[in-house]
């Protein structure tokens, strides 16, 4: 059973930056894949971003890719996301989640976004921007 916490969000201005971090309760191994995902009342989750469990390039979805950049220390468990030029609709609920992946990467590569795929959440923290 793997527990995670995100710490990190809070309420900034259009253009603005967050990072938001998401500490593992044990370190996960590297055949733990991890990701972000966000959601906003009404709608599902959509996945933002996500690594492999042994490395490579990280994968985002395309409302992501640009601004957002996500890490991970595989030894601490933890996993970053550093957003840059936050936009209204970048306001949701962040969750942090992690999976054991077997699959090679180019399977990763396609389906590492899809919620469904991951079967640890944390509880959220939650990102506003205002213009």
């Known amino acids: 059973q793997v527990q995670l916490v995100e710490s990190g969000g809070g309420s900034v201005q259009v253009g603005n930056s967050l990072r938001l971090a998401c500490e593992a309760s044990?370190?996960?191994?590297?055949?733990?894949?991890m990701g972000w995902f966000r959601q906003v009342p009404g709608k599902g989750r959509e996945g933002i971003a996500a690594?492999?469990?042994?490395?490579?390039?990280?994968i985002y979805a395309a409302s992501a890719k640009g601004r957002f950049t996500v890490s991970r220390d595989n030894a601490k468990g933890t996993l970053w996301l550093q957003m840059n030029n936050l936009q209204l609709e970048d306001t949701a609920m962040y969750y942090c989640?992690?999976?054991?992946?077997?699959?090679?990467?180019?399977?990763?590569?396609?389906?590492?976004?899809?919620?469904?795929?991951?079967?640890?959440w944390g509880q959220g923290t939650q990102v506003t921007v205002f213009s």
């Open positions: 989640a992690a999976g054991p992946f077997e699959q090679p990467y180019s399977w990763f590569a396609t389906w590492g976004l899809v919620p469904a795929r991951y079967p640890y």
């Open positions: 690594v492999y469990p042994t490395g490579g390039n990280p």
């Open positions: 044990r370190g996960t191994s590297d055949a733990y894949g």
